[in-house]
């Protein structure tokens, strides 16, 4: 079975610290995505990574930056943590080439920012 | 522009009665393959069922099914036979050529079954 792990499933931080979201896959994907969720908005796409220290842009990256140092690892990080990424956080992973591959999904991350 | 709407915000279903839960979508691609997830209160979202836009069936898988009306833009879930399991929020998603290897996801149905 695919699995995708996200290191907290709740955390709490005050604004303006630094924070850091790590998910980790073991199918040897490609593909790595972060999303955020949130309630009327269904999920959005903030950053994905097609390969190792490759990233693109996704629909809302503002206050975002990611990380793929391995393949296996994608880390997502506010640089300021606003009260407005009070939000879910989603962890994603998927491979390259067929079109009909879906995306496998880590548990999610419930952040607050105070 | 919106690629996926869910125009239904929530849903209510009796048990063991099936319901369809509405998708519509917007493309120019020919190629896209179309997809839904269920997410229940536990918040993962777990992968039902894919439709490809080249496919001449309609997707099956187990109680699911996607009734795929290609010229109407339309990918509906139908789940037969409702369990109080069934009760979760209901994404649909799209990939088309011009987004690669990205999803586009639709703002989601929350089905509640009633016992």
């Known amino acids: 079975d695919v699995k995708v792990t996200q290191s907290s499933r709740y955390l709490v931080k005050r604004t303006g610290e630094k924070v850091f979201l790590e998910c980790v896959q073991d199918m040897d994907h490609e593909n790595m995505f972060w999303y955020r969720q949130d309630p009327g908005l269904g999920l959005r796409l903030i950053y994905f990574?097609?390969?190792?220290?490759?990233?693109e842009k996704g629909d809302i990256p503002e206050g975002y930056s990611v990380s793929r140092e391995k393949k296996e690892r994608f880390s997502l990080i506010l640089e300021s943590a606003s009260t407005n990424q009070t939000s879910m956080y989603l962890c994603a992973s998927g491979r390259t080439g067929l079109f009909t591959d879906t995306q496998y999904f880590g548990p999610g991350t419930r952040l607050t920012v105070l | 522009a919106q690629k996926i709407t869910q125009t239904q915000p929530g849903m209510f279903v009796q048990e063991k009665e099936a319901v369809t839960l509405d998708c519509t979508y917007d493309?120019?691609?020919?190629?896209?393959?179309l997809f839904w997830y269920k997410q229940p209160s536990s918040g993962e979202m777990i992968f039902l069922i894919y439709?490809?836009?080249?496919?001449?069936q309609n997707a099956t898988e187990g109680r699911y099914s996607l009734n795929f009306q290609k010229a109407r833009k339309s990918a509906n879930l139908v789940i037969s036979a409702s369990q109080l399991g069934d009760s979760a929020m209901y994404f649909c998603a799209m990939r088309d050529g011009g987004s690669n290897y990205k999803l586009t996801f639709g703002k989601g149905t929350l089905l509640t079954v009633n016992p």
């Open positions: 493309t120019s691609d020919p190629s896209y393959g």
């Open positions: 439709q490809g836009s080249y496919d001449q």
């Open positions: 990574s097609y390969d190792v220290k490759m990233k």
